[in-house]
């Protein structure tokens, strides 16, 4: 890529390269039996350059076409939008966990069997029911360099299995989902067993509930849906547009003084974990509300110099709420690992659900990123949610949805959050949050 930066940057003020190599396999059971064991693998070239102030894209797929990038986006750059920003210089980047060796080389045979004993397992706990299992395998390359004289790259790798249970009868679907991220052991299968056991005898047990205002324990299953509502306000677009709620808000309390939120690029070994963003500038740990206060906005490079401030790592070329990256021209603004420390002496989740005469648990909502969520309402279908009496989960609640906002629920309406904290058991593990108590959401 040297050689094509060294070309491109003789013919315009700046140029950027981006560039990603991907495998992907996957085995997938499905009605009680093997389906499929398919690998795929993409390759691809994206490039961005600013001449006369205005920026222009191209991009190639797989290993051709790259050398004739720049006369591509030279061609469109009179057409594009103008620019403020500069591409980052060299800067001393961050180690951080992104490569398992064992990861990589797993086999598909082995991943075959993987998927093959959690579906044993679950027929032998659900014969009457129709089980599904599967295990995926995501690794890939990339690389960025401009000529402002940066240049990183990185390997990843990800890993993770799956097993689901689904109930038919007369006027009911009932379907339990969950994963295990990385490979595991046969502990982790049997522990991802008793878990599935539990849940799917608690959701075969229908329970009713009445429309109306309800205490309303979080589950961290359900906050990278939920989330999403508030990513929306701290978005540096969104306050530069002066569509956020956050906008002028900054060194303002905003959320409960029991939370803090952190965006961290850097932690752990997910999808999100990266020495640099898609631009080439460095992540790092920040919180973006520090015991409710909002401390600023996360941006990309193009909002970063629209709002005078420096960028805070967060242009990616990545769909938020899918695993593999999105190769394509432009970047846009997305939260890394978010993380939300539990309450130090807080309550343990069960303790939570103890002290509810009624009310309801909230394990997923897939779609509680509707409604106006720049203004951080929501509202969702409770795909997977129970009703809390006199203390313990007693039974499934269906045909229900739930609504709120978001900046209330965490912040005048939170009541507390647990001690423990846990990741998304649905792959969304670049999440980690506590249990959160909201005294009261709209159920209808």
Not at 119 to 124: C, E
Request: glycine fraction near 10%; include cysteine.
């Amino acid at each position: 890529m040297a050689k094509l930066i060294d070309d491109i940057a003789k013919k315009c003020s700046s140029c950027e390269t981006y560039s990603i190599t991907s495998e992907k396999s996957t085995v997938e059971y499905t009605n009680n039996r093997l389906k499929s064991c398919d690998t795929s693998q993409s390759a691809g070239t994206a490039l961005r350059l600013i001449n006369d102030g205005r920026l222009g894209t191209a991009v190639a797929s797989g290993e051709g076409r790259v050398e004739s990038l720049g006369e591509l986006a030279l061609s469109v750059a009179p057409y594009g939008p103008k620019v403020e920003f500069s591409f980052p210089k060299s800067a001393k980047l961050r180690e951080v966990s992104l490569f398992d060796k064992d990861e990589a080389e797993i086999p598909v045979d082995e991943m075959v069997s993987l998927g093959g004993k959690i579906l044993a397992g679950l027929r032998k706990d659900w014969p009457d029911l129709i089980c599904g299992a599967g295990a995926s395998k995501y690794t890939h390359d990339v690389t960025i360099a401009n000529s402002e004289g940066f240049s990183g790259s990185f390997q990843g790798t990800e890993f993770g299995c799956s097993g689901s249970v689904q109930a038919s009868r007369q006027g009911d679907i009932f379907q339990w989902s969950s994963s295990i991220s990385g490979i595991p052991s046969d502990e982790d299968i049997s522990k991802f067993l008793e878990r599935a056991n539990k849940w799917v005898k608690l959701g075969l047990e229908v329970a009713h509930l009445e429309a109306g205002s309800y205490p309303v324990v979080l589950a961290p299953n359900c906050m990278p849906f939920l989330l999403r509502a508030l990513e929306a306000g701290v978005k540096g677009n969104n306050i530069q547009e002066k569509k956020s709620p956050l906008t002028g808000k900054e060194g303002e309390q905003v959320l409960s003084t029991n939370l803090t939120l952190y965006d961290d690029p850097t932690w752990g070994r997910t999808n999100k974990t990266v020495p640099f963003d898609d631009e080439g500038v460095p992540t790092k740990k920040r919180a973006i509300f520090d015991k409710g206060v909002f401390t600023g906005p996360i941006t990309d490079l193009e909002y970063a110099a629209k709002l005078g401030i420096e960028s805070t790592g967060n242009g990616y070329r990545v769909q938020h709420i899918y695993r593999n990256r999105v190769l394509s021209g432009g970047v846009s603004i997305a939260g890394g690992n978010w993380r939300i420390p539990g309450m130090e002496n807080g309550p343990t989740k069960e303790e939570l659900i103890a002290d509810i005469d009624c009310g309801v648990y909230v394990d997923c909502s897939f779609d509680c990123w509707m409604g106006n969520i720049i203004n951080g309402q929501f509202t969702g279908t409770l795909h997977s949610a129970y009703k809390i009496e006199k203390g313990k989960l007693v039974g499934r609640l269906k045909h229900l949805s739930f609504s709120g906002n978001i900046y209330d629920a965490l912040g005048k309406d939170l009541v507390t959050c647990s001690s423990e904290v846990e990741r998304p058991q649905m792959g969304f593990d670049y999440m980690e949050t506590p249990y959160i108590l909201v005294k009261g959401l709209s159920i209808s």
